[in-house]
C-alpha cells in the first residue's frame, strides 16, 4: 500500500467502474507512475501504487475513472478482484470507531476531485492537467455544453441504420465506410469532436459479451441530414494489426456489413474537450489521417451551414494524410468545397512517381500561413488520427513557431491552458 493507506485503517479506494468504462486507454496513458493495467476484461487501479494524483481523471471520456469506494486499508480490493467484475460492488458499512479515527480518511475524495490528505495548494494545481502532454484537457471558452453518458450499459440507446457508403475507391486497401444511424424519437444530443460506442453482437472466447468500441461522430450537431435526429461515423474495416498478421477487427467489420433498416447498440455520448469554438470568427486548422477526419468533417460540415446563413466568416485551414489520393475517405465531396471556405492540404505518402510526404512537411511549408492564424487568439488547432502522429505534428508546430522567434514551450502552454491545441489520437 502506499504510505498513507498504510498510516490508515480506512482509505478512499480509486476504482474504475467497468459498466461505465468503454476501454479507451486514456487512463493507463495519463498515469505516470503504472497504477492503472489492463486484460481483456477491465482496466484496473493497483491499490498499492495510486497516489490519488487525479492525473488520469480529467482525460477521462466517459468518467468511469472517477469512482471512490471507502473500504478498510487491510481489505483494499486487489487487482484481481478488479480484473474479475462486471459492475462495481456496492460499498460497504465500516465501524462508526473507524471512521473518525483520522483525518486523511474524512479528507478523502468524495467525488475524485480531492487528493488524499492533499492541501489546498495541491488541489489547485490539479486544475487543467492535459490529457497528453500534447493537447489541452479543457474546451474552448466558448464551446457548448456537451451531454455525456446518457446512455450506459444499463440504459442502451438503439439506433436504425439508414446509409452506409464506401468513402474510399473500390479497387483500394483501405476500405472505409460512412454510417448514418437514426435516433428516431430518442434523444440523442451531440457536438462536433464528441464520439459513442457501439456493441458489436456475439460473445469472445470467454463467453463474455463483447466491449462497445468507440467512433468519433463525423457529422455537425444538427444531424448528417439537418434537423433530422441521426449522426454518421466513418469506420474503417480492419483486416490487419499494427504489425500486418491478418486479424478481423470485431466492430469494424460488423459495421461495415450493417445495411439500411439494421439496428445497432449505441451508448454515449462522450467527450467534452475535443469541441469547436462557437464563434462566428474563430479559425480552425485541422489535422487528421484516415479516419481521423471524421471530426473534422463534423466541424467543416458545421461551418459550411453557417457559413450558407451568413453566421460563420472565420478561416479553415485542412492537412489531411493518406497513402494515396483514391484513399483518402471523403475525397469528392472534399474537393467540391468552395477554395475560399476551407484551405485544403493534402499529404499523401505513397502516390505514384511522389516523393512521400506526411502532415508534418506540409505543414512546415505552410508555416507563414500557420503563424498569421496563430497570432490570433481565437484561432484553435484539432489534431485527430493514430498517436503515432502526435510527435510528428508538435515537432513541426515547434519549427514553424520558432522559425518566427518565438519560444514554442511559452506558445504551447499558453495554446494549452486557454484550450486552443487538442489532440484525439488512438
Same mark, same amino acid.
Given at each position: 500500500?502506499?504510505?498513507?493507506?498504510?498510516?490508515?485503517?480506512?482509505?478512499?479506494?480509486?476504482?474504475?467502474?467497468?459498466?461505465?468504462?468503454?476501454?479507451?486507454?486514456?487512463?493507463?496513458?495519463?498515469?505516470?507512475?503504472?497504477?492503472?493495467?489492463?486484460?481483456?476484461?477491465?482496466?484496473?487501479?493497483?491499490?498499492?501504487?495510486?497516489?490519488?494524483?487525479?492525473?488520469?481523471?480529467?482525460?477521462?471520456?466517459?468518467?468511469?475513472?472517477?469512482?471512490?469506494?471507502?473500504?478498510?486499508?487491510?481489505?483494499?480490493?486487489?487487482?484481481?478482484?478488479?480484473?474479475?467484475?462486471?459492475?462495481?460492488?456496492?460499498?460497504?458499512?465500516?465501524?462508526?470507531?473507524?471512521?473518525?479515527?483520522?483525518?486523511?480518511?474524512?479528507?478523502?475524495?468524495?467525488?475524485?476531485?480531492?487528493?488524499?490528505?492533499?492541501?489546498?495548494?495541491?488541489?489547485?494545481?490539479?486544475?487543467?492537467?492535459?490529457?497528453?502532454?500534447?493537447?489541452?484537457?479543457?474546451?474552448?471558452?466558448?464551446?457548448?455544453? $456537451? *451531454?455525456? @453518458?446518457?446512455?450506459?450499459?444499463? %440504459?442502451? +440507446?438503439? /439506433?436504425?441504420?439508414?446509409?452506409?457508403?464506401?468513402? #474510399?475507391?473500390?479497387?483500394?486497401?483501405?476500405?472505409?465506410?460512412?454510417?448514418?444511424?437514426?435516433?428516431?424519437?430518442?434523444?440523442?444530443?451531440?457536438?462536433?469532436?464528441?464520439?459513442?460506442?457501439?456493441?458489436?453482437?456475439?460473445?469472445?472466447?470467454?463467453?463474455?459479451?463483447?466491449?462497445?468500441?468507440?467512433?468519433?461522430?463525423?457529422?455537425?450537431?444538427?444531424?448528417?441530414?439537418?434537423?433530422?435526429?441521426?449522426?454518421?461515423?466513418?469506420?474503417?474495416?480492419?483486416?490487419?494489426?499494427?504489425?500486418?498478421?491478418?486479424?478481423?477487427?470485431?466492430?469494424?467489420?460488423?459495421?461495415?456489413?450493417?445495411?439500411?433498416?439494421?439496428?445497432?447498440?449505441?451508448?454515449? $455520448? *462522450?467527450? @467534452?474537450?475535443?469541441?469547436?469554438? %462557437?464563434? +462566428?470568427? /474563430?479559425?480552425?486548422?485541422?489535422?487528421?489521417?484516415? #479516419?481521423?477526419?471524421?471530426?473534422?468533417?463534423?466541424?467543416?460540415?458545421?461551418?459550411?451551414?453557417?457559413?450558407?446563413?451568413?453566421?460563420?466568416?472565420?478561416?479553415?485551414?485542412?492537412?489531411?494524410?493518406?497513402?494515396?489520393?483514391?484513399?483518402?475517405?471523403?475525397?469528392?465531396?472534399?474537393?467540391?468545397?468552395?477554395?475560399?471556405?476551407?484551405?485544403?492540404?493534402?499529404?499523401?505518402?505513397?502516390?505514384?512517381?511522389?516523393?512521400?510526404?506526411?502532415?508534418?512537411?506540409?505543414?512546415?511549408?505552410?508555416?507563414?500561413?500557420?503563424?498569421?492564424?496563430?497570432?490570433?487568439?481565437?484561432?484553435?488547432?484539432?489534431?485527430?488520427?493514430?498517436?503515432?502522429?502526435?510527435?510528428?505534428?508538435?515537432?513541426?508546430?515547434?519549427?514553424?513557431?520558432?522559425?518566427?522567434?518565438?519560444?514554442?514551450?511559452?506558445?504551447?502552454?499558453?495554446?494549452?491552458?486557454?484550450?486552443?491545441?487538442?489532440?484525439?489520437?488512438?
Amino acid at each position: 500500500m502506499t504510505e498513507t493507506a498504510i498510516a490508515t485503517p480506512v482509505m478512499k479506494q480509486h476504482l474504475i467502474d467497468p459498466e461505465i468504462c468503454i476501454r479507451c486507454n486514456t487512463c493507463e496513458e495519463a498515469c505516470p507512475i503504472d497504477a492503472i493495467t489492463h486484460d481483456e476484461n477491465n482496466y484496473v487501479v493497483d491499490p498499492s501504487i495510486c497516489n490519488m494524483c487525479m492525473k488520469c481523471v480529467p482525460p477521462c471520456p466517459t468518467g468511469a475513472i472517477d469512482n471512490w469506494i471507502q473500504v478498510l486499508t487491510s481489505e483494499a480490493y486487489s487487482k484481481d478482484d478488479q480484473f474479475s467484475w462486471d459492475v462495481l460492488p456496492e460499498e460497504k458499512e465500516l465501524p462508526a470507531e473507524l471512521l473518525h479515527q483520522d483525518d486523511a480518511a474524512e479528507s478523502a475524495p468524495e467525488t475524485g476531485r480531492t487528493p488524499l490528505a492533499a492541501d489546498q495548494s495541491d488541489v489547485d494545481s490539479l486544475e487543467g492537467v492535459p490529457s497528453t502532454d500534447a493537447g489541452a484537457s479543457i474546451p474552448p471558452w466558448s464551446a457548448v455544453h $456537451p *451531454y455525456v @453518458n446518457m446512455y450506459t450499459h444499463k %440504459n442502451v +440507446a438503439t /439506433a436504425t441504420v439508414v446509409g452506409n457508403y464506401r468513402v #474510399t475507391d473500390d479497387d483500394t486497401e483501405s476500405d472505409i465506410h460512412h454510417i448514418v444511424l437514426d435516433f428516431g424519437t430518442l434523444p440523442f444530443p451531440v457536438l462536433e469532436g464528441q464520439s459513442i460506442a457501439i456493441f458489436p453482437p456475439g460473445t469472445d472466447a470467454k463467453g463474455r459479451a463483447y466491449h462497445a468500441r468507440q467512433y468519433s461522430i463525423a457529422s455537425p450537431r444538427d444531424g448528417e441530414r439537418p434537423k433530422y435526429n441521426n449522426l454518421s461515423i466513418t469506420v474503417k474495416r480492419v483486416t490487419a494489426d499494427y504489425d500486418n498478421n491478418p486479424v478481423n477487427g470485431v466492430c469494424s467489420n460488423y459495421l461495415c456489413d450493417l445495411q439500411k433498416n439494421d439496428t445497432v447498440k449505441v451508448i454515449g $455520448p *462522450y467527450g @467534452n474537450t475535443f469541441l469547436m469554438p %462557437n464563434l +462566428a470568427h /474563430a479559425n480552425i486548422i485541422m489535422i487528421c489521417t484516415g #479516419t481521423g477526419s471524421a471530426p473534422m468533417r463534423a466541424m467543416t460540415e458545421r461551418c459550411r451551414r453557417l457559413t450558407k446563413n451568413r453566421e460563420y466568416n472565420g478561416k479553415l485551414m485542412l492537412f489531411f494524410g493518406a497513402r494515396t489520393q483514391r484513399e483518402l475517405p471523403y475525397f469528392g465531396p472534399l474537393m467540391n468545397l468552395p477554395k475560399d471556405f476551407i484551405d485544403i492540404n493534402l499529404a499523401l505518402s505513397r502516390q505514384p512517381d511522389q516523393p512521400k510526404r506526411y502532415v508534418q512537411d506540409v505543414l512546415r511549408d505552410r508555416a507563414a500561413d500557420i503563424l498569421k492564424l496563430l497570432d490570433e487568439t481565437e484561432t484553435y488547432i484539432y489534431v485527430c488520427g493514430l498517436k503515432g502522429m502526435e510527435v510528428g505534428v508538435i515537432e513541426a508546430l515547434r519549427d514553424v513557431v520558432e522559425g518566427s522567434g518565438k519560444k514554442w514551450p511559452e506558445v504551447h502552454a499558453q495554446l494549452k491552458s486557454q484550450g486552443r491545441l487538442h489532440f484525439e489520437t488512438y
